[in-house]
């Protein structure tokens, strides 16, 4: 068994960037001991701007010994290693493969990543060059690793490799190109080209291969060194190469910076570090996961996000199975935001088999598009801390304002969910309910994969263009899972709907409309024109208003909801973005639709009353259950600066269980025995709490 498989990873990184830095080694270690940290990141590479080159890697500023070097500098990690180890830190080598000066770039210029007129990319984080991993700079990677490998490091940390939405069209990159496909590389931004999916498969595949010899090298000059990357979540790899489907092949842990947030806070979801961390999860193959989750709030590095937010980071993190990850600088260690760190860190020490080898219980799943997002115009890929830039979508139907609706929507219901990629698809068989967020380009395989999904039991919740396109992004000439459905694309989208309504039939017995009173609804942004076939209609689009004082709303033959059975199971098809109202707006009617079809198609686990913002996750290992509750009452601006602690919350877990104990409370809670399961009331719920059940 591998030393990063046998407990859980508590890596901190303290990004000294070589030189600047203002610690000792022993200064070093003990902090990252005293925050709790059982592994980090570490710097001996310098990536600080000096007066004759810019910010970036380069040969003159490694702080170790490796023949690349053209300085020779003291040996920080010779240093180091010892300090660390009698402190039982592991290092893990923080190793930047994608940022490098203007010196390098000039240096070496056939090592760098060129844009289509084959101009260098110069503008990495504003004021640098990047390297490709497919030119001769893989034997200087290659010699780097060899290298770090004659020391007793623990494990080698690729921040990186990369492409970016611009490259690569360096010499290399096009003489490969032609030689596997006979014609010159296309445009990246022109989708539409016969040979982009070719490109895009080209780079997933160099990334791929760049790991795999990475790995090599490193098992034959050190077989217990772990190796792992920079990979990527749910956003569209197109323009960075990073599968990690294909990626975690040739690596030790699979993770993604879903704790890097940036900018206006309120553009981005809550439950982003959870959603990585399953996603993850479901494509990990059974090996680890961490999820990234950086103190800083981007692009303000060296300035701190509130304490609250940093919980809010590590609590997601570990209580969806990921391994936790979080940088500070140096300057941080004395701030009172470190206390948090401390909290989480020590937390997980005392109670290791409670965030390590667990897998999720959730009978319910979101399905994200990891390989159909890159062909869907729908589709937009948000700001990460690496990216130059955000990618809008192209058309409507927006993937990621989709997912993150339903994901929401799922959460405020309390329904513990896990979250899929299209290789998780071939196994639905725990599952009870499937929610496809304008799952929109899918493969004959994953259309019968659901559809038998359904035919055997299961539940499905889908909306819009779900399976419209196959897996190139050809649209089908009717949904792919129209039987399943139960109804027919009549060949319109419509949209938008700035001010227009839906209407529940009325009288009409449905679980999925109860408590839903008003006689109209407002429509979500766009729709998708249907026929019923076998589906039953529970809601109507009302004809299109002229203006939002034109008229009152009347109800038209246009499908909105319908409900199909099919097999032993049923389905529900939304004929419109109902994701992306959900993201944008949270009508309550639209939270409650979500919330009744999610309870009506599967069973709750958990019951929690009169505590609407609390999250819950819900993991197991042989005998033991764990319950996760992530307190989110701190208002609905972020960032958060505060949480309503919450007191004498009543529970109930549908599972027999014969003892319950909150670990972070170190309390023991009485149970009563039901029916079901057991009843219990946690006396208090801060920010956050995970209570561990002893079950039959």
């Known amino acids: 068994m591998s030393w990063w498989t046998k407990e859980p990873l508590r890596i901190v990184e303290i990004t000294t960037f070589g030189e600047v830095a203002e610690l000792t080694p022993e200064q070093e270690a003990e902090a990252i001991r005293d925050l709790g940290g059982n592994a980090q990141h570490y710097h001996c590479m310098n990536m600080s701007a000096s007066p004759d080159d810019g910010p970036g890697l380069n040969e003159r500023r490694l702080f170790f010994r490796t023949k690349v070097a053209t300085k020779r500098n003291p040996d920080r990690l010779k240093a180091y290693l010892p300090v660390a180890h009698e402190r039982g830190v592991r290092v893990i080598v923080y190793f930047n493969v994608h940022w490098y000066s203007a010196g390098f770039a000039e240096a070496h210029p056939d090592f760098m990543q060129r844009r289509y007129d084959r101009s260098l990319l110069d503008n ?156 993850l999860d479901s494509q990990a193959q059974g090996k680890p996961t961490v999820v990234f989750d950086c103190a800083g709030h981007k692009s303000w590095s060296w ?113 513990p969910c896990d979250v899929l990629g299209e290789a998780a698809l071939e196994d639905l068989a725990r599952y009870e309910l499937l929610v496809l967020p304008n799952a929109a380009a ?124 099919y097999g032993r199971g049923r389905s529900y098809f939304v004929a419109g973005t109902l994701g992306a109202s959900l993201s944008s707006f949270r009508f309550p009617d639209h939270l409650r639709l979500v919330r009744n079809l999610a309870r009506s198609l599967s069973t709750p686990p958990v019951e929690i009353t009169g505590a609407p913002w609390v999250e819950l996750s819900l993991r197991g290992r042989p005998g033991k259950t764990y319950l996760h509750l992530l307190n989110q009452t701190g208002g609905p601006k972020r960032p958060t600066t505060w949480v309503q602690s919450l007191h004498d919350l009543p529970v109930a877990l549908r599972q027999p ?21 057991v009843n219990f009331r946690l006396p208090e719920l801060r920010d956050y709490e995970v209570i561990e059940f002893k079950v039959e």
């Open 124 to 279: 990495l984080y504003n004021n640098g060059c990047t390297p490709c991993i497919n030119s001769p700079y893989r034997e200087w990677v290659f010699q780097v690793l060899r290298d770090l490998c004659k020391y007793d490091i623990d494990g080698i940390f690729y921040d990186g490799p990369v492409f970016f939405p611009e490259t690569c069209y360096c010499e290399t990159c096009r003489r490969l190109f032609k030689e596997r496909t006979g014609k010159q590389p296309p445009r990246k931004a022109d989708h539409r080209h016969p040979l982009w999916r070719e490109f895009i498969e080209f780079q997933g595949d160099s990334m791929a291969r760049v790991l795999e010899d990475s790995l090599r090298v490193v098992r034959e000059a050190k077989p217990e060194v772990l190796l792992y990357i920079n990979g990527n979540a749910n956003w569209p790899w197109w323009p960075s190469g990073l599968d990690n489907e294909r990626d975690i092949r040739h690596a030790d842990l699979l993770g993604a910076e879903g704790g890097f947030i940036a900018g206006d806070l309120n553009q981005t979801p809550l439950y982003k570090p959870g959603v990585t961390a399953k996603l």
């Open 303 to 415: 300035y701190l996000l509130p304490e609250p937010e940093i919980s809010q980071l590590m609590a997601q993190t570990v209580a969806n199975g990921a391994n936790c990850w979080v940088a500070v600088f140096p300057d941080d260690l004395a701030q009172p935001e470190m206390q948090v760190i401390r909290d989480y860190n020590r937390l997980i020490k005392r109670h290791p088999q409670a965030f390590c080898g667990t897998r999720s219980l959730a009978t319910a799943a979101l399905l994200w598009l990891s390989q159909g997002s890159n062909v869907y115009e729908g589709s937009s890929v948000p700001f990460v801390d690496r990216s130059t830039q955000d990618l809008q979508a192209q058309g409507v139907g927006d993937l990621t304002a989709e997912f993150n609706g339903f994901y929401e929507a799922l959460a405020r219901a309390q329904i």
């Open 657 to 677: 269980a014969t003892r319950a104990r909150a670990l972070r409370a170190g309390q023991t809670l009485p149970l009563e025995r039901t029916k079901t399961g």
């Open 442 to 565: 899918l493969s004959e395989a994953a259309v019968a994969s659901l559809a038998q999904f359904v035919r055997r039991g299961g539940n499905l919740v889908a909306d819009f263009e779900t399976s419209l396109y196959d897996e190139t992004g050809a649209r089908r000439p009717d949904l792919g899972l129209a039987e399943v459905l139960g109804v027919q694309w009549e060949g319109e989208i419509f949209g938008p709907m700035d001010w227009d309504y839906v209407a529940p039939v009325p009288g009409l017995r449905s679980r999925a409309l109860q408590g839903i009173t008003k006689l109209v609804v407002p429509a979500p942004p766009h729709g998708i024109a249907v026929r019923p076939t076998t589906g039953r209609v529970l809601a109507y689009y009302a004809e299109r208003l002229k203006g939002r004082y034109d008229h009152a709303p009347i109800v038209s033959p246009q499908p909105f909801l319908t409900e199909n059975r």
